[in-house]
Protein backbone atom coordinates (compact mmCIF):
# COMPACT_ATOMS: atom_id res chain seq x y z
CA UNK A 1 0.00 0.00 0.00
CA UNK A 2 1.32 3.23 -0.62
CA UNK A 3 2.05 6.23 1.88
CA UNK A 4 3.28 9.21 2.97
CA UNK A 5 5.03 9.89 5.99
CA UNK A 6 2.85 11.97 7.37
CA UNK A 7 0.60 8.45 7.49
CA UNK A 8 2.16 7.16 9.81
CA UNK A 9 0.61 7.26 13.01
CA UNK A 10 4.04 5.60 14.68
CA UNK A 11 6.77 7.25 16.14
CA UNK A 12 10.45 6.46 14.79
CA UNK A 13 11.24 4.40 18.34
CA UNK A 14 7.51 2.89 18.39
CA UNK A 15 8.35 1.14 14.74
CA UNK A 16 11.67 0.11 16.27
CA UNK A 17 10.03 -1.35 18.89
CA UNK A 18 7.28 -3.30 16.86
CA UNK A 19 10.20 -4.54 14.63
CA UNK A 20 12.07 -5.67 17.14
CA UNK A 21 9.32 -7.29 19.02
CA UNK A 22 8.65 -9.02 15.39
CA UNK A 23 12.13 -10.55 15.28
CA UNK A 24 12.22 -11.72 18.77
CA UNK A 25 8.90 -13.26 18.50
CA UNK A 26 9.83 -15.05 15.04
CA UNK A 27 13.89 -15.02 14.82
CA UNK A 28 15.24 -15.71 11.60
CA UNK A 29 16.56 -19.58 11.33
CA UNK A 30 19.60 -20.70 8.70
CA UNK A 31 18.60 -24.56 9.51
CA UNK A 32 14.98 -23.53 7.58
CA UNK A 33 16.88 -21.27 5.60
CA UNK A 34 13.61 -18.26 6.35
CA UNK A 35 14.27 -14.83 7.53
CA UNK A 36 13.14 -13.45 10.64
CA UNK A 37 9.52 -11.40 10.69
CA UNK A 38 12.37 -8.18 11.46
CA UNK A 39 13.04 -8.67 7.72
CA UNK A 40 12.58 -5.43 5.98
CA UNK A 41 10.06 -7.08 3.18
CA UNK A 42 8.00 -8.43 6.40
CA UNK A 43 8.51 -5.93 8.41
CA UNK A 44 6.95 -3.31 6.21
CA UNK A 45 3.93 -5.76 5.88
CA UNK A 46 3.37 -5.85 9.32
CA UNK A 47 3.73 -1.98 10.41
CA UNK A 48 1.49 -1.26 7.24
CA UNK A 49 -0.97 -3.91 8.77
CA UNK A 50 -0.69 -2.68 12.66
CA UNK A 51 -1.89 1.01 11.26
CA UNK A 52 -5.60 -0.30 11.99
CA UNK A 53 -4.49 -0.37 15.30
CA UNK A 54 -2.44 1.57 16.25
CA UNK A 55 -3.65 3.58 18.97
CA UNK A 56 -3.79 0.11 21.28
CA UNK A 57 -0.35 -1.20 19.92
CA UNK A 58 1.32 2.04 20.27
CA UNK A 59 0.41 2.05 23.53
CA UNK A 60 1.52 -1.72 24.57
CA UNK A 61 5.04 -0.51 22.52
CA UNK A 62 5.95 2.62 25.14
CA UNK A 63 4.76 0.15 28.00
CA UNK A 64 7.60 -2.65 27.03
CA UNK A 65 10.17 0.16 26.22
CA UNK A 66 8.72 1.51 29.84
CA UNK A 67 9.30 -2.06 31.16
CA UNK A 68 12.37 -2.86 29.51
CA UNK A 69 14.05 0.36 31.25
CA UNK A 70 12.54 -0.37 34.52
CA UNK A 71 13.94 -3.83 34.60
CA UNK A 72 17.39 -3.96 32.52
CA UNK A 73 18.01 0.53 32.11
CA UNK A 74 17.51 -0.40 28.39
CA UNK A 75 14.62 -0.06 25.82
CA UNK A 76 13.03 -2.87 24.73
CA UNK A 77 14.51 -2.64 21.21
CA UNK A 78 18.58 -2.57 22.91
CA UNK A 79 17.94 -5.65 25.11
CA UNK A 80 19.71 -8.87 24.56
CA UNK A 81 17.76 -11.92 22.46
CA UNK A 82 16.72 -14.00 26.10
CA UNK A 83 15.92 -10.67 27.74
CA UNK A 84 13.11 -9.85 24.89
CA UNK A 85 12.34 -13.23 24.86
CA UNK A 86 11.63 -13.44 28.11
CA UNK A 87 9.80 -10.41 28.12
CA UNK A 88 7.22 -11.17 25.49
CA UNK A 89 7.05 -14.71 26.98
CA UNK A 90 5.45 -13.13 30.00
CA UNK A 91 2.65 -10.78 28.92
CA UNK A 92 1.32 -14.04 27.70
CA UNK A 93 0.32 -14.74 31.18
CA UNK A 94 -3.51 -13.07 31.73
CA UNK A 95 -2.90 -11.32 34.97
CA UNK A 96 -6.20 -12.76 36.49
CA UNK A 97 -8.19 -10.40 38.49
CA UNK A 98 -7.57 -12.09 41.91
CA UNK A 99 -3.64 -11.86 41.62
CA UNK A 100 -2.90 -10.24 44.79
CA UNK A 101 1.15 -9.42 43.15
CA UNK A 102 1.31 -5.67 43.07
CA UNK A 103 4.61 -5.77 41.47
CA UNK A 104 4.72 -2.39 39.42
CA UNK A 105 7.63 -3.76 37.11
CA UNK A 106 5.56 -6.64 36.70
CA UNK A 107 2.11 -4.83 35.54
CA UNK A 108 0.78 -7.50 33.31
CA UNK A 109 -2.39 -6.10 33.18
CA UNK A 110 -5.39 -7.21 30.50
CA UNK A 111 -4.88 -4.32 28.22
CA UNK A 112 -0.96 -5.60 27.73
CA UNK A 113 -2.11 -8.95 27.23
CA UNK A 114 -4.60 -8.41 24.35
CA UNK A 115 -2.42 -6.12 23.14
CA UNK A 116 -0.05 -8.50 22.92
CA UNK A 117 -2.31 -10.94 20.93
CA UNK A 118 -3.13 -8.11 18.41
CA UNK A 119 0.27 -7.36 17.38
CA UNK A 120 1.14 -11.54 17.50
CA UNK A 121 -1.92 -11.81 15.51
CA UNK A 122 -0.31 -9.09 12.81
CA UNK A 123 3.30 -10.72 12.99
CA UNK A 124 1.85 -14.21 12.63
CA UNK A 125 -0.53 -13.06 9.47
CA UNK A 126 2.06 -11.26 7.72
CA UNK A 127 5.10 -13.45 8.28
CA UNK A 128 3.41 -16.87 7.15
CA UNK A 129 2.14 -15.14 4.10
CA UNK A 130 5.54 -14.40 3.00
CA UNK A 131 6.58 -16.27 -0.43
CA UNK A 132 10.04 -17.46 1.32
CA UNK A 133 8.30 -18.56 3.92
CA UNK A 134 5.40 -20.29 2.41
CA UNK A 135 7.85 -21.80 0.00
CA UNK A 136 10.22 -23.45 3.19
CA UNK A 137 6.49 -24.95 4.50
CA UNK A 138 6.18 -26.51 0.78
CA UNK A 139 3.08 -24.28 0.23
CA UNK A 140 2.91 -22.81 -3.70
CA UNK A 141 3.44 -19.02 -2.73
CA UNK A 142 0.02 -18.19 -4.07
CA UNK A 143 -3.59 -17.08 -3.04
CA UNK A 144 -5.93 -20.40 -2.67
CA UNK A 145 -8.30 -18.63 -5.28
CA UNK A 146 -8.60 -19.17 -8.70
CA UNK A 147 -6.92 -22.79 -9.03
CA UNK A 148 -8.46 -24.07 -5.51
CA UNK A 149 -6.67 -27.53 -3.77
CA UNK A 150 -6.67 -31.52 -3.87
CA UNK A 151 -8.59 -32.37 -1.08
CA UNK A 152 -9.04 -36.54 -1.21
CA UNK A 153 -12.72 -37.68 -1.13
CA UNK A 154 -12.15 -40.30 1.41
CA UNK A 155 -13.73 -43.92 1.96
CA UNK A 156 -16.99 -43.78 2.46
CA UNK A 157 -17.01 -47.13 3.56
CA UNK A 158 -16.01 -46.31 6.63
CA UNK A 159 -19.30 -45.24 7.40
CA UNK A 160 -20.71 -48.99 7.17
CA UNK A 161 -20.90 -49.43 11.41
CA UNK A 162 -22.89 -45.91 11.70
CA UNK A 163 -25.40 -47.30 9.52
CA UNK A 164 -25.64 -50.67 10.75
CA UNK A 165 -26.37 -48.90 13.86
CA UNK A 166 -29.54 -47.92 12.80
CA UNK A 167 -30.87 -43.67 13.38
CA UNK A 168 -30.32 -42.11 16.53
CA UNK A 169 -32.72 -39.20 15.88
CA UNK A 170 -35.75 -38.64 17.08
CA UNK A 171 -38.76 -38.48 15.02
CA UNK A 172 -40.84 -35.35 14.46
CA UNK A 173 -44.36 -35.41 16.70
CA UNK A 174 -46.99 -35.24 13.87
CA UNK B 1 -25.17 -33.49 -4.42
CA UNK B 2 -22.52 -35.15 -3.02
CA UNK B 3 -21.43 -33.83 0.83
CA UNK B 4 -17.71 -32.31 1.41
CA UNK B 5 -14.86 -34.42 1.02
CA UNK B 6 -13.61 -36.31 4.01
CA UNK B 7 -10.02 -35.67 3.09
CA UNK B 8 -7.31 -36.81 5.17
CA UNK B 9 -8.93 -35.42 8.69
CA UNK B 10 -12.48 -36.54 8.19
CA UNK B 11 -11.08 -40.11 7.58
CA UNK B 12 -8.76 -39.93 10.56
CA UNK B 13 -11.46 -38.71 13.14
CA UNK B 14 -14.09 -41.17 10.99
CA UNK B 15 -11.79 -44.10 12.18
CA UNK B 16 -11.79 -42.97 16.02
CA UNK B 17 -15.49 -42.57 15.91
CA UNK B 18 -15.67 -45.88 14.59
CA UNK B 19 -13.31 -47.59 17.24
CA UNK B 20 -15.90 -46.12 19.88
CA UNK B 21 -19.28 -47.45 18.38
CA UNK B 22 -19.51 -43.42 18.28
CA UNK B 23 -22.15 -41.88 15.77
CA UNK B 24 -20.41 -39.33 12.95
CA UNK B 25 -22.25 -38.53 9.74
CA UNK B 26 -20.81 -36.37 6.25
CA UNK B 27 -21.20 -33.08 5.91
CA UNK B 28 -22.81 -30.84 3.49
CA UNK B 29 -22.12 -27.65 5.16
CA UNK B 30 -24.41 -25.25 3.13
CA UNK B 31 -21.44 -25.80 0.25
CA UNK B 32 -22.07 -26.57 -3.31
CA UNK B 33 -20.04 -29.70 -4.34
CA UNK B 34 -21.59 -29.52 -7.70
CA UNK B 35 -22.73 -26.52 -9.66
CA UNK B 36 -26.26 -25.48 -8.69
CA UNK B 37 -28.43 -22.35 -9.20
CA UNK B 38 -25.44 -20.14 -10.61
CA UNK B 39 -23.30 -20.91 -8.42
CA UNK B 40 -19.40 -22.72 -9.15
CA UNK B 41 -18.74 -26.31 -7.38
CA UNK B 42 -16.31 -25.60 -4.00
CA UNK B 43 -12.45 -26.34 -5.01
CA UNK B 44 -10.81 -26.25 -1.79
CA UNK B 45 -9.95 -22.83 -1.34
CA UNK B 46 -10.14 -23.69 2.46
CA UNK B 47 -10.70 -19.50 3.68
CA UNK B 48 -14.49 -20.45 3.59
CA UNK B 49 -14.63 -18.38 7.02
CA UNK B 50 -13.46 -15.19 5.46
CA UNK B 51 -15.71 -15.29 2.36
CA UNK B 52 -15.51 -17.75 -0.74
CA UNK B 53 -14.13 -16.30 -4.22
CA UNK B 54 -15.80 -19.22 -5.85
CA UNK B 55 -19.19 -18.53 -4.45
CA UNK B 56 -19.64 -22.59 -3.42
CA UNK B 57 -20.34 -21.48 -0.36
CA UNK B 58 -24.22 -20.17 0.38
CA UNK B 59 -24.91 -16.48 1.99
CA UNK B 60 -28.13 -14.93 1.19
CA UNK B 61 -26.44 -12.69 -1.17
CA UNK B 62 -26.46 -15.10 -3.79
CA UNK B 63 -28.76 -17.15 -2.44
CA UNK B 64 -31.94 -15.96 -1.80
CA UNK B 65 -31.61 -12.08 -2.60
CA UNK B 66 -31.04 -12.56 -6.19
CA UNK B 67 -34.37 -14.41 -6.37
CA UNK B 68 -36.13 -11.75 -4.63
CA UNK B 69 -34.99 -9.10 -6.63
CA UNK B 70 -35.55 -10.69 -10.00
CA UNK B 71 -39.24 -11.59 -8.47
CA UNK B 72 -39.42 -7.12 -7.79
CA UNK B 73 -38.15 -7.30 -4.25
CA UNK B 74 -36.51 -3.72 -3.87
CA UNK B 75 -33.25 -3.85 -1.31
CA UNK B 76 -32.21 -0.52 0.28
CA UNK B 77 -29.11 -1.24 2.13
CA UNK B 78 -27.20 0.85 4.63
CA UNK B 79 -30.50 1.95 6.19
CA UNK B 80 -31.32 1.89 9.96
CA UNK B 81 -34.53 1.33 11.22
CA UNK B 82 -34.91 3.71 14.20
CA UNK B 83 -38.77 2.43 15.30
CA UNK B 84 -41.85 0.26 14.27
CA UNK B 85 -44.79 2.87 13.83
CA UNK B 86 -48.02 1.95 15.07
CA UNK B 87 -51.39 3.71 14.65
CA UNK B 88 -54.59 4.21 16.78
CA UNK B 89 -55.76 0.51 16.15
CA UNK B 90 -52.21 -0.90 17.23
CA UNK B 91 -51.04 -2.01 14.38
CA UNK B 92 -48.09 -1.62 12.81
CA UNK B 93 -48.03 1.41 9.98
CA UNK B 94 -44.58 1.23 9.22
CA UNK B 95 -41.06 2.08 9.98
CA UNK B 96 -38.71 5.00 10.65
CA UNK B 97 -35.37 5.24 9.44
CA UNK B 98 -31.68 6.50 8.58
CA UNK B 99 -31.27 5.98 4.58
CA UNK B 100 -27.05 5.55 3.61
CA UNK B 101 -27.08 9.35 3.82
CA UNK B 102 -28.20 9.47 7.12
CA UNK B 103 -31.39 11.22 6.34
CA UNK B 104 -34.63 10.26 8.28
CA UNK B 105 -37.47 8.56 6.39
CA UNK B 106 -40.60 7.11 6.74
CA UNK B 107 -42.08 3.89 5.13
CA UNK B 108 -45.32 3.07 5.52
CA UNK B 109 -46.36 -0.80 5.43
CA UNK B 110 -49.24 -3.28 5.57
CA UNK B 111 -47.35 -5.57 7.10
CA UNK B 112 -44.09 -5.28 9.10
CA UNK B 113 -41.48 -8.67 8.82
CA UNK B 114 -38.88 -8.27 11.22
CA UNK B 115 -35.27 -10.27 10.81
CA UNK B 116 -32.70 -8.32 12.51
CA UNK B 117 -31.60 -11.42 14.68
CA UNK B 118 -31.39 -12.23 18.41
CA UNK B 119 -29.80 -8.70 19.56
CA UNK B 120 -31.20 -6.67 16.71
CA UNK B 121 -34.78 -7.98 17.34
CA UNK B 122 -35.32 -6.95 20.86
CA UNK B 123 -33.93 -3.85 20.61
CA UNK B 124 -35.71 -2.51 17.91
CA UNK B 125 -39.04 -3.99 19.61
CA UNK B 126 -37.42 -2.19 22.89
CA UNK B 127 -37.09 0.96 21.08
CA UNK B 128 -40.27 1.36 19.60
CA UNK B 129 -42.22 2.62 22.47
CA UNK B 130 -45.66 4.38 21.96
CA UNK B 131 -48.87 5.22 24.19
CA UNK B 132 -50.13 2.24 23.50
CA UNK B 133 -46.36 -0.25 24.14
CA UNK B 134 -45.28 1.86 26.78
CA UNK B 135 -42.69 -0.79 27.30
CA UNK B 136 -41.76 -1.85 23.93
CA UNK B 137 -43.95 -2.92 20.58
CA UNK B 138 -45.50 -6.82 21.19
CA UNK B 139 -43.44 -7.00 24.85
CA UNK B 140 -47.13 -7.17 26.76
CA UNK B 141 -45.46 -10.53 28.21
CA UNK B 142 -42.28 -8.71 29.67
CA UNK B 143 -39.78 -11.39 27.04
CA UNK B 144 -39.07 -9.47 24.78
CA UNK B 145 -35.28 -9.75 25.08
CA UNK B 146 -35.48 -12.32 27.83
CA UNK B 147 -34.11 -15.53 27.46
CA UNK B 148 -31.15 -14.86 25.30
CA UNK B 149 -28.69 -18.00 24.51
CA UNK B 150 -25.75 -18.65 23.01
CA UNK B 151 -24.23 -21.71 22.04
CA UNK B 152 -20.96 -22.50 24.56
CA UNK B 153 -18.55 -23.88 22.22
CA UNK B 154 -15.79 -26.19 23.67
CA UNK B 155 -12.86 -26.52 21.49
CA UNK B 156 -10.86 -30.07 21.08
CA UNK B 157 -8.10 -29.62 18.57
CA UNK B 158 -5.83 -33.15 17.98
CA UNK B 159 -1.94 -33.05 16.98
CA UNK B 160 -0.92 -35.64 14.96
CA UNK B 161 2.24 -37.57 13.76
CA UNK B 162 0.63 -37.55 10.10
CA UNK B 163 0.06 -34.67 7.88
CA UNK B 164 -4.37 -33.87 7.97
CA UNK B 165 -6.02 -31.75 5.11
CA UNK B 166 -4.24 -28.32 6.95
CA UNK B 167 -5.44 -25.21 4.81
CA UNK B 168 -6.85 -27.09 2.35
CA UNK B 169 -10.61 -27.57 1.97
CA UNK B 170 -14.05 -26.68 3.59
CA UNK B 171 -13.53 -25.95 7.18
CA UNK B 172 -15.69 -28.65 8.28
CA UNK B 173 -15.33 -32.31 7.50
CA UNK B 174 -18.05 -34.52 8.94
CA UNK B 175 -20.48 -34.14 12.24
CA UNK B 176 -21.60 -36.35 15.11
CA UNK B 177 -24.63 -36.44 17.37
CA UNK B 178 -23.67 -39.30 19.72
CA UNK B 179 -24.50 -37.15 22.71
CA UNK B 180 -27.01 -35.07 21.40
CA UNK B 181 -29.76 -35.96 23.41
CA UNK B 182 -30.28 -35.70 27.03
CA UNK B 183 -29.09 -38.88 29.19
CA UNK B 184 -29.48 -38.39 33.46
CA UNK B 185 -26.28 -40.21 33.92
CA UNK B 186 -23.81 -37.36 32.86
CA UNK B 187 -25.24 -34.51 34.90
CA UNK B 188 -26.81 -32.81 32.75
CA UNK B 189 -29.52 -31.98 30.50
CA UNK B 190 -30.11 -31.52 27.17
CA UNK B 191 -26.41 -32.23 24.59
CA UNK B 192 -24.12 -31.02 21.75
CA UNK B 193 -23.02 -31.67 18.51
CA UNK B 194 -19.27 -32.09 17.36
CA UNK B 195 -18.67 -29.74 14.65
CA UNK B 196 -15.30 -31.57 13.17
CA UNK B 197 -12.97 -29.27 12.17
CA UNK B 198 -10.57 -29.98 9.11
CA UNK B 199 -7.21 -28.33 10.02
CA UNK B 200 -5.71 -25.15 10.55
CA UNK B 201 -4.24 -22.50 8.01
CA UNK B 202 -0.10 -21.53 8.67
CA UNK B 203 -1.19 -18.69 10.49
CA UNK B 204 -4.27 -19.90 12.64
CA UNK B 205 -1.68 -22.63 13.71
CA UNK B 206 1.19 -20.35 14.52
CA UNK B 207 -1.40 -18.29 17.06
CA UNK B 208 -3.34 -22.03 18.18
CA UNK B 209 0.53 -22.57 19.02
CA UNK B 210 1.73 -19.70 20.37
CA UNK B 211 -1.10 -18.58 22.49
CA UNK B 212 -1.17 -22.17 24.18
CA UNK B 213 2.42 -22.56 24.73
CA UNK B 214 3.16 -24.97 22.52
CA UNK B 215 5.43 -22.69 19.82
CA UNK B 216 7.83 -20.81 21.73
CA UNK B 217 8.42 -16.59 20.81
CA UNK B 218 11.75 -16.88 19.83
CA UNK B 219 14.44 -19.93 19.98
CA UNK B 220 12.47 -23.03 18.99
CA UNK B 221 9.76 -21.47 17.20
CA UNK B 222 10.25 -22.84 13.94
CA UNK B 223 10.85 -26.41 15.16
CA UNK B 224 8.04 -26.55 17.40
CA UNK B 225 5.64 -24.96 14.24
CA UNK B 226 6.70 -27.56 12.11
CA UNK B 227 5.82 -29.96 14.26
CA UNK B 228 2.18 -28.56 14.81
CA UNK B 229 1.52 -27.19 10.77
CA UNK B 230 -0.89 -29.21 8.20
CA UNK B 231 -0.70 -31.61 12.00
CA UNK B 232 -3.91 -30.60 13.74
CA UNK B 233 -7.27 -31.34 13.00
CA UNK B 234 -10.14 -31.65 16.21
CA UNK B 235 -13.64 -30.42 16.92
CA UNK B 236 -15.87 -28.20 18.70
CA UNK B 237 -18.48 -29.18 20.73
CA UNK B 238 -21.63 -26.88 20.03
CA UNK B 239 -23.93 -27.13 23.24
CA UNK B 240 -27.30 -26.21 23.66
CA UNK B 241 -28.00 -23.58 25.92
CA UNK B 242 -31.34 -23.28 27.70
CA UNK B 243 -33.53 -19.98 28.17
CA UNK B 244 -33.32 -18.38 31.47
CA UNK B 245 -35.08 -15.45 31.81
CA UNK B 246 -31.85 -12.94 33.26
CA UNK B 247 -30.00 -13.66 30.12
CA UNK B 248 -31.08 -10.39 28.67
CA UNK B 249 -30.47 -7.75 25.74
CA UNK B 250 -31.93 -4.92 27.18
CA UNK B 251 -31.73 -1.08 25.86
CA UNK B 252 -28.15 0.75 27.19
CA UNK B 253 -28.94 3.37 29.39
CA UNK B 254 -26.15 5.77 27.71
CA UNK B 255 -24.50 4.09 25.22
CA UNK B 256 -26.16 5.18 21.34
CA UNK B 257 -25.33 4.78 18.05
CA UNK B 258 -24.15 6.66 15.41
CA UNK B 259 -27.79 7.73 14.43
CA UNK B 260 -28.30 8.15 18.28
CA UNK B 261 -30.58 5.50 18.72
CA UNK B 262 -30.20 3.56 21.85
CA UNK B 263 -27.68 0.22 21.56
CA UNK B 264 -28.33 -3.32 22.90
CA UNK B 265 -26.88 -4.40 26.27
CA UNK B 266 -26.36 -7.95 26.83
CA UNK B 267 -26.08 -9.71 30.09
CA UNK B 268 -25.27 -13.36 29.88
CA UNK B 269 -24.17 -15.66 32.75
CA UNK B 270 -22.79 -19.15 31.84
CA UNK B 271 -25.17 -22.48 33.43
CA UNK B 272 -23.57 -24.93 35.65
CA UNK B 273 -25.86 -26.84 33.29
CA UNK B 274 -23.88 -25.62 30.36
CA UNK B 275 -20.71 -25.71 32.27
CA UNK B 276 -21.32 -29.36 32.53
CA UNK B 277 -21.65 -29.67 29.20
CA UNK B 278 -18.61 -28.29 27.83
CA UNK B 279 -16.87 -30.27 30.56
CA UNK B 280 -18.33 -33.37 29.05
CA UNK B 281 -17.73 -32.52 25.36
CA UNK B 282 -13.68 -31.90 26.59
CA UNK B 283 -13.76 -35.11 28.35
CA UNK B 284 -15.13 -37.20 25.15
CA UNK B 285 -13.76 -35.31 22.48
CA UNK B 286 -10.52 -35.74 24.13
CA UNK B 287 -11.03 -39.95 24.13
CA UNK B 288 -11.89 -40.08 20.52
CA UNK B 289 -8.95 -37.98 19.50
CA UNK B 290 -7.09 -40.45 21.50
CA UNK B 291 -8.55 -43.10 19.81
CA UNK B 292 -7.77 -41.80 16.66
CA UNK B 293 -4.19 -41.58 17.34
CA UNK B 294 -3.58 -38.03 18.69
CA UNK B 295 -0.71 -37.66 20.67
CA UNK B 296 -1.15 -34.34 21.91
CA UNK B 297 -4.79 -32.55 23.00
CA UNK B 298 -5.16 -28.66 22.74
CA UNK B 299 -8.51 -27.00 24.27
CA UNK B 300 -10.55 -24.27 25.28
CA UNK B 301 -14.00 -24.67 26.74
CA UNK B 302 -16.17 -22.21 26.56
CA UNK B 303 -14.06 -20.49 23.48
CA UNK B 304 -13.41 -16.88 24.14
CA UNK B 305 -14.71 -15.80 20.87
CA UNK B 306 -17.97 -17.34 20.96
CA UNK B 307 -21.50 -16.40 21.49
CA UNK B 308 -22.40 -15.59 18.01
CA UNK B 309 -25.22 -17.59 17.46
CA UNK B 310 -28.28 -15.58 19.02
CA UNK B 311 -31.67 -17.10 19.92
CA UNK B 312 -34.62 -16.85 22.29
CA UNK B 313 -35.27 -12.80 22.94
CA UNK B 314 -38.82 -13.12 21.12
CA UNK B 315 -40.17 -16.71 21.67
CA UNK B 316 -42.62 -18.37 20.16
CA UNK B 317 -45.24 -20.19 21.59
CA UNK B 318 -49.25 -20.30 22.03
CA UNK B 319 -49.27 -18.53 24.97
CA UNK B 320 -49.57 -14.59 24.65
CA UNK B 321 -48.44 -14.27 28.45
CA UNK B 322 -45.04 -16.68 28.15
CA UNK B 323 -44.06 -15.75 24.51
CA UNK B 324 -43.75 -13.01 22.18
CA UNK B 325 -44.96 -14.33 18.65
CA UNK B 326 -47.25 -17.21 18.20
CA UNK B 327 -46.90 -20.69 16.26
CA UNK B 328 -46.86 -19.18 12.91
CA UNK B 329 -44.54 -16.08 13.71
CA UNK B 330 -47.04 -13.52 14.07
CA UNK B 331 -46.69 -11.02 17.18
CA UNK B 332 -49.39 -11.93 19.55
CA UNK B 333 -49.68 -8.10 20.23
CA UNK B 334 -49.69 -7.41 16.66
CA UNK B 335 -51.35 -8.67 14.40
CA UNK B 336 -49.57 -7.36 11.15
CA UNK B 337 -46.09 -7.63 12.91
CA UNK B 338 -43.90 -10.82 11.94
CA UNK B 339 -40.47 -11.89 13.48
CA UNK B 340 -38.69 -14.71 11.38
CA UNK B 341 -34.92 -14.60 12.95
CA UNK B 342 -32.84 -16.37 15.86
CA UNK B 343 -35.45 -14.27 18.41
CA UNK B 344 -38.46 -16.81 17.93
CA UNK B 345 -36.60 -19.88 18.98
CA UNK B 346 -37.44 -21.60 22.35
CA UNK B 347 -34.35 -23.27 23.24
CA UNK B 348 -31.38 -23.51 21.16
CA UNK B 349 -30.74 -26.73 20.11
CA UNK B 350 -27.29 -28.22 20.25
CA UNK B 351 -26.23 -27.26 16.55
CA UNK B 352 -25.66 -24.18 14.55
CA UNK B 353 -28.68 -22.00 14.12
CA UNK B 354 -28.67 -20.85 10.20
CA UNK B 355 -30.78 -23.81 8.57
CA UNK B 356 -33.20 -23.52 11.54
CA UNK B 357 -33.64 -20.12 11.20
CA UNK B 358 -34.59 -19.86 7.47
CA UNK B 359 -36.42 -23.10 7.86
CA UNK B 360 -38.01 -21.10 10.30
CA UNK B 361 -38.64 -18.42 7.93
CA UNK B 362 -39.60 -19.92 5.25
CA UNK B 363 -42.55 -21.77 7.41
CA UNK B 364 -43.63 -18.26 8.52
CA UNK B 365 -43.82 -16.98 4.82
CA UNK B 366 -45.66 -20.43 3.62
CA UNK B 367 -47.96 -19.76 6.89
CA UNK B 368 -48.44 -15.97 5.68
CA UNK B 369 -49.40 -16.91 2.35
CA UNK B 370 -51.79 -19.75 2.97
CA UNK B 371 -54.04 -17.33 5.36
CA UNK B 372 -53.61 -14.03 3.15
CA UNK B 373 -57.60 -13.57 3.18
CA UNK B 374 -57.59 -13.52 6.76
CA UNK B 375 -54.12 -12.68 7.83
CA UNK B 376 -54.84 -10.11 10.42
CA UNK B 377 -57.76 -11.79 12.48
C1 LIG C 1 -18.29 -15.60 13.15
C2 LIG C 1 -19.60 -16.29 12.95
C3 LIG C 1 -19.63 -17.60 12.51
C4 LIG C 1 -20.85 -18.23 12.33
N1 LIG C 1 -20.86 -19.53 11.89
C5 LIG C 1 -22.02 -20.16 11.73
C6 LIG C 1 -22.07 -21.51 11.28
O1 LIG C 1 -21.04 -22.11 11.00
N2 LIG C 1 -23.27 -22.10 11.15
C7 LIG C 1 -24.44 -21.46 11.42
O2 LIG C 1 -25.50 -22.06 11.29
N3 LIG C 1 -24.43 -20.18 11.85
C8 LIG C 1 -23.25 -19.52 12.01
N4 LIG C 1 -23.25 -18.22 12.45
C9 LIG C 1 -24.54 -17.59 12.75
C10 LIG C 1 -25.19 -17.00 11.50
O3 LIG C 1 -24.35 -16.01 10.94
C11 LIG C 1 -26.53 -16.40 11.90
O4 LIG C 1 -27.34 -17.37 12.51
C12 LIG C 1 -27.27 -15.88 10.67
O5 LIG C 1 -26.52 -14.90 10.00
C13 LIG C 1 -28.59 -15.28 11.11
O6 LIG C 1 -29.25 -14.81 9.98
P1 LIG C 1 -30.30 -13.65 10.13
O7 LIG C 1 -30.62 -13.22 8.73
O8 LIG C 1 -31.40 -14.08 11.02
O9 LIG C 1 -29.54 -12.50 10.90
P2 LIG C 1 -28.26 -11.66 10.46
O10 LIG C 1 -27.48 -12.36 9.43
O11 LIG C 1 -27.59 -11.24 11.73
O12 LIG C 1 -28.94 -10.41 9.78
C14 LIG C 1 -29.61 -9.44 10.54
C15 LIG C 1 -29.51 -8.17 9.75
O13 LIG C 1 -30.32 -7.19 10.34
C16 LIG C 1 -29.66 -5.96 10.29
N5 LIG C 1 -30.23 -5.08 11.32
C17 LIG C 1 -30.24 -5.25 12.67
N6 LIG C 1 -30.87 -4.23 13.27
C18 LIG C 1 -31.30 -3.40 12.28
C19 LIG C 1 -32.01 -2.17 12.28
N7 LIG C 1 -32.44 -1.59 13.39
N8 LIG C 1 -32.26 -1.58 11.08
C20 LIG C 1 -31.84 -2.16 9.91
N9 LIG C 1 -31.16 -3.34 9.86
C21 LIG C 1 -30.90 -3.94 11.04
C22 LIG C 1 -28.22 -6.32 10.56
O14 LIG C 1 -27.36 -5.30 10.10
C23 LIG C 1 -28.10 -7.60 9.75
O15 LIG C 1 -27.71 -7.35 8.43
C24 LIG C 1 -22.05 -17.55 12.62
C25 LIG C 1 -22.01 -16.23 13.05
C26 LIG C 1 -20.81 -15.60 13.22
C27 LIG C 1 -20.79 -14.18 13.70
S1 LIG D 1 -13.44 -24.46 0.44
FE1 LIG D 1 -14.80 -22.86 1.15
S2 LIG D 1 -13.97 -20.99 0.30
FE2 LIG D 1 -13.16 -22.72 -0.84
S3 LIG D 1 -14.40 -23.03 -2.66
FE3 LIG D 1 -15.08 -24.40 -1.05
S4 LIG D 1 -16.65 -23.18 -0.02
FE4 LIG D 1 -15.49 -21.73 -1.18
Same mark, same amino acid.
Given at each position: ???????????????????????? %???? #? #????????????????????????????????????????????? &????????? &???????????????????? %????????????????? #??????????????? #??????????????????????????????????????? | ????? @????????????????? /???????????? +?????? *?????????????????????????? /??????????????? *????????? @?????????????? *???????????????????????????????????????????????????? +?????????????????????????????????????????????????????????????????????????????? @??????????? /????????????? /???????????????????????????????????????????????????? @???????????????????????????????????????????? *???????????????????????
Amino acid at each position: MDSIATDNPFTADQERALIAFAGA %AIPA #S #SAYAVPGADDPLIAADILATARRYADAIGAALDREDRLAIARHGA &KFVDLDAAA &KKSQIERANQPRSSDDASDD %AEDELDRARFSAHRTML #SIIAQCYYRDDRVMR #SLDMEPRSPFPEGFEVEEGDWSLLEPVRRRGKVYRDAPR | MPPVP @MGKSGQTLAKGFNQLGW /HWWPSDTAIATQ +QYDGRD *RCINLGACGSGCAQGAKASTDITYWP /HAVRAGVEVRTRCRV *REITVNDEG @MASGVAYYDEEGVE *RFQAAQVVIVACNGVGTPRLLLNSTSGKFPNGLANSSGLVGKNLMFHPYASI +QGVFDEPMDGYKGPGVCIWSQEFYETDAERGFVRGYTYEINRGRGPVATALTGMFSGRIPRGEGHHEAYRRLFNRITG @MVGICEDLPEE /HNTVTLDPDLKDA /HGIPAPKIDYTLSENSRRMLDHAVARGTEVLRAAGAVDIITEAPIGVGGWHL @MGTARMGTDPQRSVVNEWGRAHDVRNLFIVDGSIFVTSAGVNPT *RTIQALALYVADSMKKRLANLFD
